[in-house]
């Protein structure tokens, strides 16, 4: 790697993110800068995410220096890129941080690293080059990346399948740096073999003989139609195979919340509950047996609890998890939906081929990586 000419002790690397994803994979990297002699740490939060942030950053004990509390309820990507930029124009004018982190594909993200920019500050991109090929699939989050990835001095790419993006895009190899997902730190940090859920229904599941279903599905290109068909296939699971239950933390947003109550409301052995807080999520994901989700993170976690997911969505940007067999796609078509769940609680072998395959995500130590390739690009004293 090409070293900064520059020596900064303390180095300051501020960490801007915004909603409860970011706040979870960024929270090992900010405790990791947190402890590390030779680096002041600071946290600056958008709050484009408010109740669910917080949360997060209590979990970790992390007390953000700034915070631009920017949500707003109905907020458009206008608006809050907006705010974002007037926002960390200030605060990156006080701070003078000699690096800002920035993490995945939020708007946040995009524009933190914007805001970087127009402050010629470097910018270090955790999470960078994920792909799914279609600009518009996720939205925005799939443009979000890759403008964020222009922008970037510094590349932490979770597997080599995402350097070999960056490279095809003419970024630098000695940019590039291969870490591990930091969903992996976080994740082996918070899941516990005896924990005991506060909302009691989840205590008394009966996990072990019973096939358990954690469904979560939310994304912005699948209202309508597609989450219709999701839970439509859910339905049929759940209709046709007595030893299903299916636990749905449902998101906050009021269309899912149509959708998902017009279709699964009624239906026995489908729980619908409030969203989780993520020391519980992470803990109901090792328990469940099968998850079906169209986010993106829960991809790379589950695998590393040996759970086997399928993908509602058409495409995914982490293809690394299908290539080993710990994810399928399962599209948005309620047959396919269906007709591989199905499968999977029916199939032994099937499942524990799934189940028993290698996670590529990493071995939960990424946040050591990414914080020894920012001292070494900034040649501290100690390291030379």
Request: charged share 25%; aromatic share 6%; with cysteine.
């Amino acid at each position: 790697m090409k070293k900064n000419k520059e020596l900064f002790n303390p180095i300051r690397v501020m960490s801007i993110f915004g909603t409860r994803p970011e706040a979870i994979k960024m929270a090992p990297v900010v405790k990791e800068l947190e402890k590390t002699e030779g680096i002041e740490s600071i946290v600056c939060v958008t709050a484009q995410h408010r109740e669910m942030l917080d949360q997060v950053l209590d979990l970790f004990h992390i007390k953000p220096q700034y915070d631009l509390d920017i949500m707003r309820a109905g907020q458009t990507l206008n608006e809050i890129t907006c705010r974002v930029l007037t926002g960390l124009k200030e605060v990156i004018q006080e701070a003078k941080p000699h690096m800002i982190l920035v993490h995945g594909d939020t708007t946040t993200t995009f524009v933190g690293a914007l805001a970087a920019f127009y402050g010629q500050i470097k910018v270090g991109h955790v999470e960078a080059g994920l792909r799914s090929g279609n600009m518009y699939s996720p939205y925005p989050e799939e443009m979000n990346r890759s403008l964020t990835g222009r922008l970037a001095h510094l590349h932490f790419a979770p597997t080599k399948g995402n350097e070999g993006n960056l490279l095809k895009e003419g970024i630098s190899k000695e940019s590039i740096i291969v870490t591990g997902n930091t969903v992996i730190d976080a994740l082996l940090q918070v899941v516990k073999p005896d924990y005991k859920f506060e909302l009691d229904l989840l205590n008394k599941i009966d996990y072990k003989n019973k096939k358990v279903i954690l469904l979560t599905s939310h994304r912005r290109e699948n209202l309508g139609e597609p989450m219709k068909n999701i839970f439509s296939a859910i339905k049929e699971v759940v209709m046709i195979n007595e030893d299903v239950e299916i636990i749905f933390p449902i998101h906050l947003n009021p269309k899912v919340r149509e959708i998902a109550f017009e279709i699964l409301g009624d239906v026995p052995r489908v729980h619908i509950i409030e969203p989780l807080d993520y020391e519980p999520f992470a803990n109901l994901i090792n328990r469940c047996n099968i998850i079906l989700t169209d986010s993106g993170g829960i991809q790379e976690e589950a695998p590393s609890l040996g759970k086997p997911v399928l993908v509602l969505r058409a495409e995914t940007e982490r293809p690394e998890a299908a290539w080993a067999g710990t994810v399928k796609i399962a599209g948005i078509e309620r047959e396919n939906i269906f007709k591989l769940t199905h499968e999977l609680i029916n199939n032994e072998e099937e499942y524990n081929k799934m189940a028993n395959a290698v996670n590529p995500y990493g071995d939960g130590k990424a946040s050591h990586r990414i914080v020894k390739a920012i001292e070494e690009y900034f040649r501290i004293d100690k390291y030379e």
